[in-house]
């Protein structure tokens, strides 16, 4: 009788949220790149070492597209990173053109100009962690609930356009179209996202102000490739990924602090000091997908020795990446005088994250402020008891439970 073995197959488990599953080391240990099957059950590539991911990042042959999405490989049943997006023709093209009309929003120094913004914006949020607590002393408080959310929405509204007070409809939208089951509620959710953003563009055409969706609104006039899907789309990415990603980065960054009281009491005894090199180490550790992030080959190509065909799908796992111990000496220890720490936590090469100097000034910005304010924050549970979200796009954390 013959067997025939299964890939492993995605998202796999790990034991908490500051951990990752150790099937990526067991699959390193035997190979870069491995044969898996997505949360869907398709076939793909998995990515598990730093060199090779490096490698793939700033890869050409491969890009979002695929050159038959009808026989792409699906990764999940989300309504994001669920398999192929643009078109193959014309994917670069259209990649150059969003770079060209985001980056001067996104520019290190437009990020520095925010910086004192996003510090009264800190501030707002902390008063309202102190006013839960006031309301009822003795009682934990969730930190994803009164900081770690309404920061980064804060912050992202500001910068696109949007109005704070729609936070609840998108955190919704946000919430059902990044679920891996989500299936055809998280595609009605995406068309609602889309629908939302068609809205507030017509919005900013009659009235445009200094901010990104009037910025693209300006670029649809003169170039009408740029349709309103493509716009609408593009907002709602924006929207989703400049919120959800930097919220689960500051719950996750809030629990690698606590969990080590003198981790913690060294850091808030010099916030400033300490706050680049630990935000730092906080992107590389950080666990935020239990996929990776997704390619496809656009032509056959060879990594590591292992032959990928034209069409292939490609999951580049950063968090594994982050981990590699043939890069980072003792990769699961949380060290914030490690140096050098190129992670690759935005990516690398020419689809790097444009959102990096954003994410990077608010939490530098968001723990020197938490921990000069509650240097004596505590866990209010035990790490184990904080559940993980497995089936989330961009994973994270339900709650962080603080007391103090």
Known sequence: MTTTEQPPRLPFTRGNALEIAPDYEALRRQAPVSRVLTPAGDPAWLITSYEEAKEVFRDRRFGRSHPAPEQASRISYAAVQDGPSGDFESEE????????????????????????????????????????????????????????????????????????????????????????????????AMTEFKAYMTELAEAKRADPRPDVISDMVA??????????????????????????????????????????????????????????????????????????????????????????ARGDAVLISSDAANRDAAVFADPDEFDPDRTPNVHLAFGTGAHVCIGANLARTELRTVFPKLFRRFPGLRLAVGIDDIPVRTNRVAGGVDRVPVEW
Do not use: N, W
């Not at 959800?244 to 809030?254: C, K, L, P, V, W």
């Not at 003198?262 to 400033?272: G, L, T």
């Open 219 to 308: 670029v649809q006039a003169d170039d009408p490739t740029f349709t309103d899907d493509d716009l609408a789309r593009m907002g709602a990415g924006l929207l989703f990924a400049g919120h959800e990603t930097t919220s689960t980065r500051i719950a996750m960054g809030t629990l690698f602090l606590l969990t080590d009281t003198a981790r913690r009491d060294r850091f808030a005894a010099d916030p400033e000091g300490q706050v680049a090199q630990t935000v730092e180490e906080i992107l590389r550790l950080t666990a935020t997908s239990g996929t990776g992030l997704l390619r496809y080959a656009h032509e056959d190509v060879e990594i590591a020795g292992t032959r990928i």
């Open 93 to 188: 093209r259209e990649h150059k053109r969003m770079r060209r009309m985001l980056a001067p929003a996104f520019s290190a120094p437009r990020m520095r100009a925010l910086g004192d913004r996003i510090a009264e914006l800190t501030d707002r949020c902390l008063d309202d962690l102190q006013a839960a607590r006031d309301a009822d002393p003795g009682a934990p408080v969730d930190l994803t609930d009164f900081l770690a959310f309404p920061l980064p929405v804060l912050v992202i509204c500001e910068l696109l356009g949007v109005p704070y007070e729609d936070r609840e409809k998108f955190r919704g939208l946000s919430e059902r179209i990044a679920r891996m089951d989500g299936g055809e509620d998280a595609q009605a």
